[in-house]
């Protein structure tokens, strides 16, 4: 192709995202909107599948039918969700093999909140309000990002994530209107999980190194510093109703600006997380390549399957 058409492509690319038309996996697009899309969409994937080891940690400790219920109720949506988000990238020409072994090989990342232990039944309630709440409002976004199979993959996904959160914040609530160590395991669950909860929505903008580029495409349709905002503002009221406090002592209502000011996030801890030095990483990676492995027999027996109905069929045709 010449320099001239592909200038004509571009410049038509770049009108469609201006008039914000979804771009379809078969349409002409440039090799870093392709790239950046695959290195996204995976981090999520990889995230949903990695995210359901420390909640799966309490399926059989729940205290309640009701509650052991909703919490696998959870953890298979989020499988299901990174079935549809390896799907979507799958779209843009890159193998599910080769994004498992991305992860299984320690070269994509995943979200650093999913490298924290799960120590009390009260995580599970401060993952679904907390951690499922900054999903949503990250997410929230996603459903008008201009890659049409990842947009429309997150309009389910989002659905799913209000009842995570409501399953999360009903826990809390029931432990914070319990005995005064029920309270307390609440409140610990707080203090740990609230850091690692504004983590999250990544690095601040001025050290964001995608963010620019990404909202120009619409991938990202709000900044890493706008949806932590939001989802402080957001949460805040809702630790009032329960009674907790935020471990936050420079948290102040700012009136001029109508938002919450807060205290300084630890970076080094994030990136240190990031690279692969948080308390959990290692467990994380073990089990996953783990279950990887001990699923072997069934995929080649899946796939022997598969050609045996092959061979009937042509048999039948000949
Ligand atoms: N953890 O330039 P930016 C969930 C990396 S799903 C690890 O700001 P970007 C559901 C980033 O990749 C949670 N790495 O990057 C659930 C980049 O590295 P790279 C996952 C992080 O992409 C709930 C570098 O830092 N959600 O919770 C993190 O523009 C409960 C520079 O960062 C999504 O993936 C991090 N927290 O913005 C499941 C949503 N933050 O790639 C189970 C979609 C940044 O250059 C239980 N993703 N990095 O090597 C996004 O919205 C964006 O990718 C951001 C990061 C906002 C996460």
Not at 105 to 128: E, L, R
Not at 206 to 226: F, G, I, P, V
Not at 264 to 271: M, R, S, V
């Amino acid at each position: 192709m010449s320099e001239e058409q592909i200038k004509n492509l571009e410049a038509e690319f770049e009108a469609r995202i201006a008039r914000d038309e979804k771009i379809e996996p078969k349409d002409w697009m440039p090799e870093k909107y392709r790239q950046t899309h695959i290195r996204q969409i995976s981090q999520h994937a990889h995230s949903e599948i990695v995210g359901m080891l420390p909640e799966g940690n309490w399926i059989t400790r729940a205290p309640s039918l009701r509650r052991k219920v909703a919490l696998l109720a959870k953890v298979q949506d989020e499988a299901g969700h990174g079935l549809y988000l390896y799907s979507a990238c799958e779209t843009l020409g890159i193998s599910r093999d080769e994004l498992y072994e991305q992860l299984h090989s320690g070269k994509a990342k995943y979200s650093s909140i999913f490298n924290y232990p799960t120590v009390t039944w009260a995580d599970m309630g401060a993952i679904g309000w907390l951690v499922d709440g900054a999903a949503i409002i990250n997410q929230v976004p996603l459903c008008n990002t201009s890659f049409g199979p990842y947009a429309r993959a997150m309009v389910r996904v989002c659905k799913e994530e209000s009842f995570h959160q409501r399953q999360g914040y009903e826990i809390m609530l029931k432990l914070c209107e319990g005995t005064p160590e029920q309270k307390e395991l609440a409140q610990d669950a707080l203090n740990r999980w609230w850091w690692p909860s504004l983590m999250m929505f990544g690095p601040t903008d001025a050290e964001s190194t995608h963010t620019e580029q990404s909202m120009k495409w619409k991938l990202k349709r709000k900044t890493n510093d706008e949806l932590r905002q939001q989802f402080i503002d957001q949460t805040v009221p809702q630790a009032e109703i329960l009674g907790l406090t935020i471990p936050d002592p420079d948290l102040k209502w700012n009136e001029e600006r109508q938002s919450y000011d807060f205290g300084e996030i630890n970076w080094d801890e994030f990136w240190q997380v990031v690279k692969g030095h948080g308390p959990m990483n290692k467990e994380r990676m073990k089990a996953r390549v783990g279950a990887w492995e001990r699923g072997e027999w069934v995929r080649d027996a899946a796939m022997a399957h598969a050609e045996k109905q092959q061979e009937r069929k042509d048999k039948k045709a000949v």
